[in-house]
């Protein structure tokens, strides 16, 4: 999974996480998993908003178009890990509600996701995997 070459001195820290994100990527299947990495970020994202959001708010969080949104939460609605109904003060909009299969199907692939972040961040000790976590935790919240 890791790499065979050293990137470059001269790549800069967004270049770097570009490449480990694509390390990630390639290996979160959904055979690894247990499902699609953007399924498991959907139902990460409800997890942490009371369960519940509204499907566009999701799809912003989430960075997907309205399409891709409701494609992504279809699959999830079949596999019953969520459920939508229209929200009672505008019946035009949906709100998503994760389901307690969802919250199971979460932490079983987070639970396996951990394996594959064992792999990549193997050269890292565990003060340092800390600190990564806390600097991007720390970026994304800026």
Do not use: F, W
């Not at 959907?42 to 708010?57: V, Y």
């Amino acid at each position: 999974m890791t790499s065979t070459t050293a990137p470059s001195a001269a790549t800069g820290s967004v270049g770097l996480l570009t490449k480990l994100s694509k390390v990630v990527y390639r290996g979160a299947t959904e055979e690894t998993i247990g499902m699609r990495l953007k399924q498991l970020m959907a139902l990460e994202q409800l997890r942490d908003n009371d369960r519940q959001c509204l499907q566009q708010g999701l799809a912003e969080m989430l960075m997907l178009d309205a399409n891709n949104c409701v494609l992504l939460l279809n699959e999830l609605d079949d596999a019953g890990y969520v459920e939508r109904r229209r929200d009672p003060q505008d019946r035009r909009r949906h709100i998503v509600e994760i389901t307690p299969a969802g919250l199971e199907a979460l932490a079983e692939s987070q639970h396996r996701l951990e394996g594959l972040e064992d792999e990549v961040l193997g050269n890292l000790s565990a003060t340092e995997r800390r600190q990564l976590h806390d600097l991007l935790t720390k970026a994304l919240a800026g």
